[in-house]
């Protein structure tokens, strides 16, 4: 549940919003959370930037009163999970997520009934809903390893990215039951046309987040999180890289290795779809609007909340 301004359509904008931003932050006693994947300005303004194994861990552990999450629903919502007593703030109501939405919690809910013995795991990027229906939650840089640390024999549901399923599954040997969603984002990279750039770059590493379709992974040098091709970048002897994941990430690889050159890789059409729409719906104006008035906020029933706590809470335990 979400609560928000009637309207702003009047409100002026200050000339300098990073010194606007700054002032409310430290009139709200706030935090900038940010993910990789947002537009440049959001990331410089962030007091936090980071894959959603991190943005959680710094979720868990701030003690600012208010958490400004610049990043989508299901991020925003687990830093209010964590903190029931902080006002959290998403600049733009809009911004979902086409994996979270790919998993409706009532369907979910039969799925899971109809294997009523397996344990189910489920990746950070769904609503908090699913959440409270599972055991365990995983980001992509902990998947492979708390899949690991399932005994053997206990079958396991996974969910809701069949691409981050089947990566895991090829990484474990484990066989999962996997839910059928997918990102948007992740879904729209052209395997011809990585192909076609790694003719005209032929010193150019592929680099690729595991939410790619396995026939994309295949041409990839290296496979990880965000913060893991971030990581990557910077410490590989390679001058030039495609990186097969949400562009943002690009404007931080630029400011760890300004002598190496990002490629993004391509999306099959010529549209911009190598860009998630919802993550750019979120404005440094909306962050500064937001900051101003405190909404829209991120409000969850207790029941809900307390339910989807315990999967993170396994999640941080299991993580290293």
Known sequence: MFTTLSSQSSVEIPADLFGAIEELKQELNGIILAHYYQDPDIQDVADYIGDSLGLSRKAAATDAAVIVFA???????????????????LPDLDAGCSLADSCPPQAFAQFKAAHPDHTVISYINCTAEIKALSDIICTSSNAVDIVRQIPADQPIIFAPDRNLGKYVMAETGRELVLWEGACMVHENFSEKKIVQL???????????????????????????STTALLKYARQSSSSAFIVATEPGIIHQMQKDARDK?????????????????????????????????????????EATRMAALQPIQRMLAMSH
């Open 261 to 301: 050159t990002f490629i993004p890789a391509p999306p099959m059409n010529s549209c911009a779809c190598n860009e998630c729409p919802h993550m750019r719906l979120n404005t440094l104006e909306k962050l500064y609007l937001a900051m101003k008035y405190r909404t829209p906020e991120i409000t969850l029933p």
């Open 71 to 89: 990043g989508v629903h299901f991020m925003a919502e687990t830093a209010k999970i964590l903190n029931p007593e902080k006002l959290v703030l």
């Open 198 to 224: 790694q003719i005209a770059h032929p010193d150019a590493e592929v680099i690729a987040h595991p939410e790619c379709e396995p026939a994309v992974l295949r041409h990839a040098s290296y496979i990880g």
